[in-house]
Every structure is written in C-alpha cells, then in structure tokens.
C-alpha cells in the first residue's frame, strides 16, 4: 500500500505532500517505518528490522532493496562477521523523513491548536487508556 508522503492517518484533505520532487509523493507505509527506526536507533542489522516490522527478514530484504534502488538507504556487512547485514540511512534517506516528521509535527500542532486545554487532557486520558489495554493484552 502506498501513502502520500505527509501526515499518515489523515483524511485526504488533511495530508500534505512534502519532498514531492525527490519521491514522487509515494513511499509505502513499511519503508516510513524503516525511515522512521532508522532516524531514531541509527544503524541497525537486517534481523532487527524484520522483527519491529514482524515480517520475515526475505521480506526486509525486498524493502530494503526498493529504498537502496531509491537512495534512501544503504546496506553493509560487518567487517567481524559477513553474515551481519546492516542498513544505514544515507543523506537523501535522512532528509526525506526529516522533512516527514517536521510536516507530520506541524499538521497535528495545528490540529490540535484548536482543541480546547480540556479537549487535549480528555485525548491524552483516552490514549494512555487505550495504552494501558493494549499493554495489557501482550502475552
């Protein structure tokens, strides 16, 4: 599945496309994800993706192909054990999702901007709710 690049979970009216020139407006939600772990943890070993995406690492190799194909990533061996692979986002790679993340905080500042203090502690006690539960439901 496809998504504008913009603010994820958002009407149509509300997205924004941003970076349209470098990425065609197109990036699948499963390489936002892998944008995204990247930009926060640094590099990381193919293993550790497939299991924050819960999908097989045959099927991060593929995404990850698509994003070395689209300069946003590249992958290397570990010098000590060349079994090791690991991903790396490259500067175009950092720049796409910086620019996700800079229009994702001000569409939802702006949302929530008009959203009374009330409105916004009644949000917040409904998410950690909703955390709770969830948290409660791993097994």
């Known amino acids: 599945m496809s998504v504008d690049i913009g603010i994820i979970g958002l009407p149509q009216s509300g997205r924004t496309t941003i970076f349209n020139?470098?990425?065609?407006g197109r990036i699948t939600m499963p390489q936002l994800v892998i944008l995204?772990?990247?930009n926060k943890k640094g590099t990381l070993i193919m293993s550790e993706l497939a299991g924050s995406l819960s999908i097989t690492t045959s099927a991060v190799t593929g995404l990850?192909?698509?994003?070395?194909?689209?300069n946003l990533v590249m992958r290397s061996r570990d010098e000590?054990?060349?079994r090791i692979v690991k991903v790396t986002l490259i500067p175009k790679?950092?720049?796409v999702i910086e620019n996700?993340?800079?229009e994702r905080?001000?569409?939802l500042l702006d949302i929530?901007?008009?959203f009374t203090q009330n409105e916004r502690q009644q949000y917040l006690k409904i998410i950690e709710k909703m955390y709770r539960i969830l948290k409660g439901r791993k097994g």
Do not use: N, P, S, W
């Open 21 to 24: 020139d470098l990425t065609k």
């Open 36 to 38: 995204e772990l990247l």
């Open 64 to 70: 990850i192909d698509r994003m070395i194909k689209a």
């Open 80 to 82: 000590k054990d060349r």
């Open 93 to 95: 790679g950092r720049q």
């Open 100 to 102: 996700i993340l800079r």
């Open 105 to 107: 905080k001000k569409v």
């Open 112 to 114: 929530f901007g008009k």
